[in-house]
């Protein structure tokens, strides 16, 4: 049952990509190879370098997230050098795959379980990292919907007209500020645990909750500064605009299970950003094009090399604990007495 929802899920993922790119070519077709060299060139060395650290700090804010989920389980014999690169080669992988395909949970159990975690510890640490994304996205949606309740009628095509509505919109910033608000009071006021079947949800310690309401939005607005800083001036509408419409894009991306949100992650930033001309269109295609090579090509070709080293490693300990020689027998059998075995060897000779 378990394999042919994956597939389900797969085949989502694909038709989302086939569906949006069609949508994307409508739009970018008429653009030359030309003006997106042009608009590449046009971007300043500085900005490529701020870019940069935006990477850094997003993926940096990523590692924290599997550091707060080990010290939420009592953990802390893991050296933060073992998480940082785990967390890192788990959503460089998740980002691109795709999460119905591969969510990293994998990568989790063949790392931590070699450190001493449990199956089920790896369980709560992947589900707790999952959260703390969630409750990010959640905590800066719904101070960007309260703060600029319009931004959703930049989707106008693509949503309802109920929900674009900025009445609307402010309404639901609320509510989702609401969530969060709740989720502090169930840690602080120490809330009974959530029992669904089998499973318990306890809210965490207000330690953990404090370090989840900084690293999740902190890993966002890294991730949204990549787009931020390579955006030319003319077309920059501001951070919380970009913000706002990197958190949509991003969201209905993962929504879409589509590997590395292909095609859909610029169909609704293209969208969002009501772009009239080709003029306008390519700098925000070397943009995109940016944040894809930063924050998902690059960390996903140094995390496969990070795999591999250490699948080679754990392949090397293998191999070298096997292939130790095996004890000598004791020269004296147990249980039988030196003499003995003594005599009976004179007889033989005799």
Known sequence: MKKLSEVFWGLIGLAAVAVSCYLLWGQLKTLSWASIEAAFAAIPLHHFLFAAVSTLVAYAALAWYDRIA??????????????????????????????????????????YTSKGLSAAQVAVLVALCSFTFGLGTILLGGFVLVYDPNLLARLDNLLPAVLTNPATSRLVGFGLLGFVALYVLGSVLRFRPLTIRNFKIEYPRPGIMVRQLIAAPLELLGAAGIIYFALPDALNPGFIPVLGIFLASFSVALASHAPGGLGVFELVFFTAMQLQTDAEKAPVLAAVLIFRLFYLIIPFAVAIVVVLLFERSRLTNALGKDGKAAPEPPLVAPGLDKHVIERRLEKKAV
């Open 70 to 111: 080990l010290l939420h389980l009592g953990v802390r014999h893991i050296s933060w050098l073992f998480v940082s690169l785990c967390s890192f080669t788990t959503y460089a992988l998740s980002h691109n795959i795709g999460a119905s395909v591969f969510s990293g949970a994998l990568v989790r159990y063949r790392a």
